[in-house]
């Protein structure tokens, strides 16, 4: 049984995949602008008796309808946290989760996944929210990275991930569990200031990208290389841990979390190459290992995978 514990990177595995930086990097200068610099700068803005930041109070997801909703808070909300610690939390299951997925898809892939997997949370959100009377505005990643997660679990479904640090369970168990939780909590504890559809619309939307290959359609349709991924990369046996703790976020903002509520040297630098009359096949291959794992290819399309990796290298 394969397990993802914390070690030195394979051949060809960047601990740091470029996408992964810039959304790390992103969310966490927004955090500090919004947390430390602006607050300093610009008087705050109330509604319904809480002061909010300029940043959250144009970027975070507002109820459909309000005065403040705007259309693109679909997007902004997912780059916008609560606290330290929520972020923290955050952009760790990002990395956490995110890093052999980036290595695999590359750049553009992930990030057109990443983004998806957000805008299906918020819709999901602002829909159910709009039923369950919310008015407050809800903020976080959480969405964006749930939909990793549920890839991760659907491509390395028997890898062993530690819930809790402490508790091993294969990947797509942990998920299920995971989901089976966010629809409980959604359902009974409308108000307990997490937004729980949130994540499970980032689920959904992460499963119908997998599932219909409608992450290849829409990624191939965009500028640049059909397949930007690492084919060098050979995943590790390595423990996937999460954490999860018990806690209750403030009635004024809605965290989409999962609790409550430079450059890289060449050597590790992803190679993005077009390998001809097999670019289709290579293509095809990305989406079974999204779709079924890596478990389910033949030996004949691992030996493809593995030839491409040999030109990359040479």
């Known amino acids: 049984m394969n397990r993802y514990q914390f070690g030195s990177p394979s051949q060809g595995l960047q601990f740091f995949p ?24 610009v008087p705050a803005i109330s509604v319904y008796g809480y002061d909010y930041s300029p940043l959250t109070y144009y970027g975070a997801l507002w ?26 939390l955050n952009m760790f299951i990002l990395w956490m989760f995110g890093l052999e997925i980036a290595n695999i898809w590359g750049t553009k892939r ?12 918020s819709f999901l959100h602002t829909a159910i929210g709009a039923m369950q009377g919310n008015l407050a505005p809800a903020v976080g990643a959480s ?27 294969k990947a797509k168990w942990a998920a299920v569990l995971y989901v089976v ?16 559809f949130a994540h499970l619309g980032g689920v959904v939307m992460g499963l119908l990208l997998l599932k219909t290959g409608l992450l290849t359609t829409i990624t191939n349709k965009l500028p640049g290389q059909k397949s930007q991924g690492s084919f060098s990369y050979t995943p590790p046996p390595k423990p996937t841990t999460v954490s999860r703790a018990d806690q209750r976020q403030s009635a004024q903002i809605i965290d989409a979390r999962f609790r409550d509520i430079p450059a890289p040297t060449p050597r590790h630098q ?6 001809g009359e097999n670019q289709e096949r290579i293509d095809g291959i990305l989406d079974k290992i999204s779709q079924h794992g890596y478990q389910s290819l033949t030996d004949e ?12 290298k040479n």
């Not at 969405?143 to 402490?166: D, Q, S």
């Open 18 to 41: 470029p996408v992964i930086k810039w959304l790390l990097g992103i969310n966490i200068i927004v955090f500090a602008l919004d947390k430390l610099i602006l607050p300093g700068m």
């Open 63 to 88: 109820p459909v309808g309000s005065e403040q909703f705007m259309p693109w808070q679909y997007l902004t909300t997912m780059f916008l946290h609560g606290d330290v610690f929520h972020i923290l």
């Open 110 to 121: 992930f990030l057109v996944f990443y983004i998806l997997s957000g805008l299906g949370a």
């Open 143 to 169: 969405g964006a990275i749930a939909g990793v997660v549920i890839a991760f679990a659907v491509m390395f479904p028997n890898r062993l991930i530690l819930l809790f640090f402490f508790f091993p369970m």
């Open 181 to 196: 939780y966010e629809l409980y909590q959604g359902v009974s504890y409308p108000n307990d200031g997490i937004a729980h």
């Open 270 to 275: 992803p190679i993005s190459m077009d390998f």
């Open 301 to 312: 399309e691992r030996a493809l995978l593995m030839e491409a990796s040999k030109s990359m």
